[in-house]
């Protein structure tokens, strides 16, 4: 990714629009200016580093700022309940009048499509969150998986230098982070 590039983009987004960001203090510098409202999704938190705290960083950095923010995440990737399509907004505002608009607009937004949504996936969630025990295992278990990605990133890393006969730098597999990976190889590569 071109983070000048992205930030002189940032730089240019209309005051108080609403932007899709990645992490960085510089980000935070130009959306404060700027008077914009973030938005993240972390739809794969705690598989990046391991930690749920390191991938959150970027919204503490926003929040600490004391900026509105909303945040979208995704525990249907987080706890494997993939079929349960389990997932929140949550929305940093900065006095209870604006939460109480903004939990009405929520409101608005979420009736038209369900009446009443399945409750199993949420009471999974719920029960795991709740629970320490669980939680830090679960917590135990993102690390193991975060750290079976970053070894599986290193030996595609090996195999694609070994073998690309034309030595194509293949770093960027190991610079990224996460289940993902951006390869720029085309259809025909594949």
């Known amino acids: 990714m071109d983070l000048s590039s992205y930030y002189m983009d940032v730089h240019t987004i209309r005051q108080e629009s609403i932007q899709l960001l990645s992490k960085g203090k510089r980000f935070a510098d130009a959306t404060q200016e700027k008077k914009n409202i973030p938005y993240f999704d972390i739809a794969y938190q705690g598989f990046a580093s391991g930690s749920l705290d390191a991938d959150a960083y970027s919204i503490s950095l926003f929040v600490d700022r ?7 995440q995704s525990y249907s990737k987080k706890l494997g ?15 209870s009048d604006a939460a109480a608009r903004v939990k009405i607009q929520l409101k608005r937004l979420a009736r038209p499509m369900y009446s009443n949504p399945p409750v199993h996936g949420a009471r ?15 917590k135990q278990e993102m690390e193991l998986m975060a750290g079976r990605i970053k070894n599986v990133r290193r030996r595609l890393h090996e195999n694609l230098s070994q073998k690309d006969e034309r030595r194509s730098d293949w ?10 990976s951006y390869t720029g190889l085309n259809k025909a590569q594949v």
């Open 81 to 95: 309940l993939y079929a349960e399509r389990i997932g929140a907004i949550n929305v940093v505002c900065l006095s």
């Open 66 to 72: 004391g900026l509105e923010l909303l945040v979208a």
């Open 124 to 138: 999974i969630v719920a029960n795991i969150v709740r629970d320490p025990n669980l939680f830090d295992e679960r």
């Open 171 to 180: 770093s960027c597999i190991l610079k990224q982070i996460g289940m993902p």
